[in-house]
């Protein structure tokens, strides 16, 4: 049985693993192929293809899947629209991705100076001095900074006391629609996919709400296998995608020592994701313009 992992990101964005290691990390875990799903970025997806490439000429083989996580809004809050088996080289994709990180960058320099205000020793050059200019900077960046500086007792403790969105330092961020994340990813190529559905908080109806609203827009997929699944929760999203005759997909959300009790391929141990799904995805993609 072969296995795969369709939410992986690197340190393109908030991962710790260059789009090179972790091929060898898929490798290392036995997962045949994974999706790169860097937060609005697709600049990693290169390198790591061509990291898969040097491995089979030594006779391991790791597909690579070209992906990204985009943040849209959603009644005040942020949902995440994965794309899968974008072209990662669509000009329209890479600008607007482009202008989505200026707007994220302009949100972080406007946090990290209110925390700056306030009295904590952070500047956002000493961030980009530790994670590299290209990298997508997020609030796990600003965390992982204050906890290593330590003014923090771990990266959830900066959350707690600083990070969160009700909090007097939160700088909310201009989203774009769920609809234009859709038609983006669409029209690039890919497969657009509500990622993990159930940690949003939303009641039950407000969800099905959502996502028949999303399938109205062009909706093609749901992540129904994720790491946080507990109980009947894999159950439920997959009600949710017979009920709307969505691709089912899945992956670990894999961030690398940013999220260590996660890991690629295995989750939190028990996640399981067979090629089935990816074949399924692709028969999908092969008729969807029939």
Same mark, same amino acid.
């Given at each position: 049985?072969?296995?795969?992992?369709?939410?992986?990101?690197?340190?393109? +964005?908030?991962?710790?693993?260059? !789009?090179?290691?972790?091929?060898?990390?898929? /490798? @290392? /875990? @036995?997962?045949?192929? =994974?999706?790169?799903?860097?937060?609005?970025?697709?600049? $990693?997806?290169?390198?790591?293809?061509?990291?898969?490439?040097?491995?089979?000429?030594?006779?391991?083989?790791?597909?690579?899947?070209?992906?990204?996580?985009?943040?849209?809004?959603?009644? &005040?809050?942020?949902?995440?629209?994965?794309?899968?088996?974008?072209?990662?080289?669509?000009?329209?994709?890479?600008?607007?991705?482009?202008?989505?990180?200026?707007?994220?960058? @302009?949100?972080?320099?406007?946090?990290?100076?209110?925390?700056?205000?306030?009295?904590?020793?952070?500047?956002?050059?000493?961030?980009?001095?530790?994670? %590299?200019?290209?990298?997508?900077?997020?609030?796990?960046?600003?965390?992982?900074?204050?906890?290593?500086?330590?003014?923090?007792?771990?990266?959830?403790?900066? =959350?707690?006391?600083?990070?969160?969105?009700?909090?007097?330092?939160?700088?909310?961020? @201009?989203?774009? +629609? !769920? *609809?234009?994340?859709?038609?983006?990813?669409?029209?690039? $190529?890919?497969?657009?996919?509500?990622?993990?559905?159930?940690?949003?908080?939303?009641?039950? *109806?407000?969800?099905?709400?959502?996502?028949?609203?999303? #399938?109205?827009?062009?909706?093609? %997929?749901?992540?129904?296998?994720? +790491?946080? &699944?507990?109980?009947?929760?894999? %159950?439920?999203?997959?009600?949710?995608?017979?009920?709307? &005759?969505?691709?089912?997909?899945?992956?670990?959300? =894999?961030?690398?020592?940013? #999220?260590?009790?996660?890991?690629?391929?295995?989750?939190?141990?028990?996640?399981?994701?067979?090629? +089935?799904?990816?074949?399924?995805?692709?028969?999908?993609?092969? *008729?969807?313009?029939?």
């Amino acid at each position: 049985m072969k296995y795969i992992d369709l939410h992986v990101h690197s340190n393109i +964005s908030d991962g710790t693993l260059s !789009p090179t290691e972790l091929v060898e990390e898929a /490798c @290392k /875990c @036995k997962v045949a192929a =994974f999706a790169l799903t860097d937060h609005d970025s697709v600049n $990693g997806v290169e390198e790591a293809i061509e990291a898969a490439k040097n491995l089979a000429k030594q006779g391991q083989n790791v597909e690579v899947i070209a992906g990204a996580e985009i943040s849209v809004a959603y009644k &005040n809050k942020d949902i995440h629209m994965l794309g899968l088996f974008l072209d990662h080289h669509n000009s329209t994709l890479i600008d607007t991705l482009q202008a989505a990180k200026i707007e994220r960058d @302009k949100r972080n320099e406007k946090m990290i100076q209110n925390l700056a205000d306030a009295g904590l020793d952070i500047d956002i050059e000493r961030i980009y001095e530790k994670e %590299g200019k290209e990298t997508i900077l997020t609030r796990a960046h600003i965390g992982k900074f204050l906890y290593e500086t330590g003014q923090v007792s771990s990266v959830n403790d900066a =959350f707690k006391k600083y990070l969160s969105a009700d909090g007097p330092y939160y700088v909310p961020r @201009k989203y774009l +629609s !769920p *609809q234009k994340a859709i038609y983006l990813i669409k029209q690039a $190529g890919g497969i657009p996919v509500l990622a993990h559905p159930l940690i949003y908080g939303l009641p039950e *109806q407000e969800l099905d709400i959502l996502i028949g609203t999303l #399938k109205e827009q062009g909706l093609e %997929g749901i992540e129904v296998f994720y +790491s946080s &699944n507990t109980g009947f929760d894999e %159950g439920i999203v997959r009600r949710y995608a017979n009920r709307y &005759n969505l691709i089912m997909t899945g992956g670990s959300d =894999f961030h690398g020592a940013n #999220k260590p009790a996660i890991s690629l391929g295995s989750g939190r141990g028990n996640l399981r994701i067979p090629y +089935s799904v990816l074949d399924n995805i692709r028969t999908h993609l092969s *008729q969807r313009d029939i």
